[in-house]
């Protein structure tokens, strides 16, 4: 089974940027969607980003224009950009993939926006 592992998480200050990266162990080709989620304290799951194979992107209004989802098929691997990070952008960021007949987490990546 194909495992994701997110990287690129770590502090930063508001205003700043981040890049996470997700590497997956098997080919994300075949993967109907790629996204990415957060979960802060306390509150639920949410999507942040999500792309299809055919390069479509969806963000919710909380990080439109803000930050960016694109994916290399080739190194297998998923970005995100993050700009203009606020405190509230504060969470823990998984990646996920959605198969035909499964879906696959990345096990996290912390990111803390504070000054």
């Known amino acids: 089974q194909v495992q994701l592992v997110e990287s690129g998480g770590g502090l930063a200050q508001p205003g700043g940027s981040l890049r996470l990266s997700c590497a997956a162990s098997?080919?994300?080709?075949?993967?109907?969607?790629m996204g990415w989620y957060r979960q802060a304290p306390g509150k639920e799951r949410e999507l942040v980003a999500s792309?299809?194979?055919?390069?479509?992107?969806n963000y919710p209004d909380s990080v439109k224009g803000r930050f960016t989802i694109s994916r290399d098929n080739a190194k297998n691997t998923v970005y995100l950009q993050m700009n203009s990070l606020k405190p509230e952008d504060t969470a823990v960021y998984y990646c996920?993939?959605?198969?035909?007949?499964?879906?696959?987490w990345g096990q996290g990546t912390q990111v803390t926006v504070s000054s």
């Open positions: 792309i299809t194979t055919l390069g479509s992107t």
């Open positions: 996920s993939a959605i198969y035909p007949t499964n879906r696959i």
């Open positions: 098997g080919s994300i080709f075949s993967a109907n969607v």
